[in-house]
């Protein structure tokens, strides 16, 4: 019996598609565990085998592996930015791709004990981590686990990066302020032990020395990471007399602009405003906000997809680029 015949035959006693078939047997594709199982017996009983067919029979039964693959978010973001819900469905979507469950681990910034029990009871075969942090903790520890780690960002050791160039798409921002007429320009981020918020702040500040503008350290507001504080980096930039104001992410977008409106200050007519990371609340906002876009799902997945690939011994970068766009809308044009 050839080949064909066997999947046709396999199909037919379980009463599922040939494509499915063919999934379960070569180990690629969305095929639950059960199918996967009761194809294989069928095909067993046919007296049919391939290689593929046989890794499969390694990962049904208990193996050293446990295909969980950690992905962890910081509890402090949870219910923030769009940004790492989106990662978090593209990197589970390609994991499950390949076979492996996503364990979501939750940790404060900055710390691992979260990560140990799992770790220790050898259920993570690898770790994806949604964001960089300066002096990461964990990571040497993951280390001496042999336990492979993927980071959606940039600037860290022992760890394959996924990234886009948050440096190049802040001064591109930055640049278009300037191109309207901004010449006194304001940065508010987050947490600035972010490495992300460090970039776009040396991307902001170089988009204000291409033009040979002093960027006024009076109105660089960091660590700005609730309502209240970025109320007052707000109404202080507005009295030292800025012209345009750069956030950090959409969240501290929506606040400052929120804030202005509560000050009777016009976007665009008083104050140009714009992002440093895109949303769907950014697009549909009225007016629009110009920001730095990037694919966030798309992040995920070639976190995951990396992950995979450091997995099975055939990726060997250090750095995975992702590609962004500046997209200028209302807040940014000059009258």
């Not at 686990?145 to 190049?168: H, T």
């Amino acid at each position: 019996m050839n080949d064909k015949t066997n999947l046709n035959e396999i199909a037919r006693i379980l009463n599922i598609s040939t494509t499915t078939v063919s999934r379960a047997l070569s180990g690629t594709g969305r095929v639950s565990k059960e199918t996967r199982k009761k194809v294989i017996e069928i095909a067993e009983e046919l007296g049919y085998s391939t290689p593929s067919q046989r890794r499969l029979d390694t990962f049904i039964k208990p193996t050293n592996h446990s295909h969980n693959i950690g992905v962890v978010m910081a509890r402090d973001l949870l219910y923030e930015s769009d940004f790492f819900h989106q990662c978090l469905l593209g990197a589970a979507s390609a994991l499950a791709d390949h076979n492996y469950e996503t364990l979501l681990i939750l940790c404060n910034t900055d710390e691992y004990e979260p990560l140990r029990p799992a770790a220790e009871r050898g259920d993570l075969d690898g770790v994806i981590f949604l964001r960089a942090i300066s002096g990461e903790k964990s990571h040497p520890y993951l280390k001496k686990k042999n336990i492979p780690v993927v980071v959606v960002g940039s600037g860290v050791k022992n760890a394959l990066m996924v990234d886009s160039n948050n440096l190049l798409a802040c001064r591109e921002l930055c640049s278009n302020l300037v191109n309207c007429g901004c010449k006194n320009i304001s940065f508010i981020c987050g947490n600035i032990n972010y490495t992300v918020n460090k970039n776009r702040l040396d991307g902001v500040l170089m988009g204000m020395t291409d033009y040979r503008l002093e960027p006024n350290p009076n109105i660089i507001f960091k660590d700005i990471e609730s309502f209240s504080s970025c109320k007052i980096a707000v109404e202080t930039a507005i009295q030292r007399r800025a012209d345009g104001i750069i956030c950090g992410d959409e969240v501290t977008t929506i606040w400052t602009y929120d804030i202005l409106t509560q000050n009777g200050i016009s976007v665009p007519k008083d104050i140009l405003l714009a992002s440093c990371y895109d949303s769907k609340a950014l697009s549909h906002h009225s007016p629009t906000i110009s920001a730095a876009h990037v694919d966030a799902r798309k992040m995920g997945i070639e976190a995951g997809e990396a992950m995979c690939r450091l997995l099975s011994g055939t990726e060997n970068r250090r750095f995975i680029p992702v590609e962004h766009t500046i997209h200028l809308r209302e807040s940014t044009r000059s009258f």
